[in-house]
């Protein structure tokens, strides 16, 4: 084995996690959510407009016009994605925002610290990443159960990097 050879094998991540946000509704029962929803407002709004009660027929699309506003808002949400690598030599955070922004940053996986926040009911409430007097969270998104799966799996990380 080359020392060429040696050192790319220390740089070879042994960690890598993608992040991103669960959401329960997939595009499946989003469209079949906002079928339904459109059919119901055509046949109530149909009935209101023949009845000459034609303003219900524009508050009831209204309403239609307001769920749909406030999926796409959620789903852009979904679009954030923290990609977390851990190799011998460095330990890699790409945070990317719902625009598509990427905001990178780097450590040495022997100066960063891995602080969790814990709540005695709850769980994990925070993780973030600390060294060089930086500190950047991760996961803030993610569910409690997946915050302490995540935890685990990257404190090893870490522990596995030290060693």
Not at 3 to 9: H, I, S
Not at 41 to 65: R, S
Not at 67 to 88: D, G, I, K, P
């Amino acid at each position: 084995m080359s020392v060429t050879n040696t050192g790319f094998e220390a740089d070879e991540p042994f960690f890598r996690a993608l992040l991103t946000p669960y959401r329960s509704l997939g595009r499946t029962g989003f469209l079949v959510l906002m079928g339904t929803t459109t059919f119901c407002w055509l046949v109530t709004g149909a009935f209101f407009l023949a009845h000459g009660a034609w303003p219900v027929f524009g508050f009831f699309g209204l309403d239609v016009v307001l769920l749909y506003l406030a999926f796409h808002m959620n789903y852009r949400a979904a679009r954030v994605r923290e990609e977390v690598c851990v190799s011998r030599t460095a330990l890699d955070i790409r945070k990317t925002a719902p625009s598509g922004r990427h905001e990178d940053h780097h450590f040495n996986p022997f100066w960063a610290k891995f602080a969790v926040s814990r709540h005695s009911e709850i769980g994990i409430t925070g993780m973030a990443v600390e060294a060089q007097g930086r500190h950047v969270p991760i996961g803030s998104f993610l569910n409690p159960d997946d915050r302490e799966s995540f935890a685990n799996a990257f404190q090893q990380a870490l522990h596995k990097a030290r060693s």
